[in-house]
């Protein structure tokens, strides 16, 4: 067991976002459903059952969606499944429990067993599940927040709190809730690493450890 107080290493490993989920000019460009509710005091559409929304080019599917034209709020809520599709980046599908896009300032939310999964357009794939995920549309910039876990490749990893930055390319996981995050390794050898600050940087194909940082590296048999 090694403690130091920063690690810097370089495995085989892959990972990747797109730029946001519920990125468009309005809270719905198209929506349909089995039923219609229109409230004109209170300026909201009803859509219940079967619920399908367009936005950009993100698809949505839910059981109940309200759009409400003067908040510029949609909330969905029952069995959400959506696909981000960018012919360059790649497709995103997500599922969840309940969700909200605001486009006055083009952030949306999911919570309620939160779970994504990112395919490239060379076939490398990330999942990642959370608690809540908080998009912004401006800053390309993805929150997960409580009993987060990211799969990707030779990897698995877990955390209180982790943000995937667009620009640079990398997902930074922090210590929250006296949880330290933790990275696992499976390939010619298991290692299991712990810190207060993990980054990923998929481009580089690194990770970063940074603050009270614990290894473990166990070689296979016979190797």
Known sequence: MNKNNIIFISIAYISCFPYSLFSGPAPSEF?????????????????????????????????????????????MSGNINGYYIDETTGVLKIKADNGTYNSKTDQSKLWGNCWA????SDGRIIEIKADLIDFNGITKEAKFYD???????????????????????????????????VVNYFGEYEAKFTAEKIMMMPEER???FENNVFSQITRKTGI
């Open 31 to 75: 929506l349909k459903a089995d039923s219609l509710e229109f409230r004109m005091k209170e300026n909201k559409m009803i859509y219940r059952k079967n619920v399908s929304a367009v936005v950009g080019k993100n698809f949505l599917t839910a059981d109940y969606a309200v759009d409400d034209k003067s908040s510029k709020i949609m909330e």
């Open 147 to 181: 009993n987060v876990s990211l799969a990707f490749e030779k990897n698995t990893a877990q955390s209180q709190f982790a943000q995937y930055f667009h620009d640079s390319k990398k997902i930074v996981m922090l210590k929250e809730k006296d949880f330290m995050p």
């Open 117 to 120: 999964i990112y395919t490239s």
């Open 206 to 208: 690194k990770l970063y």
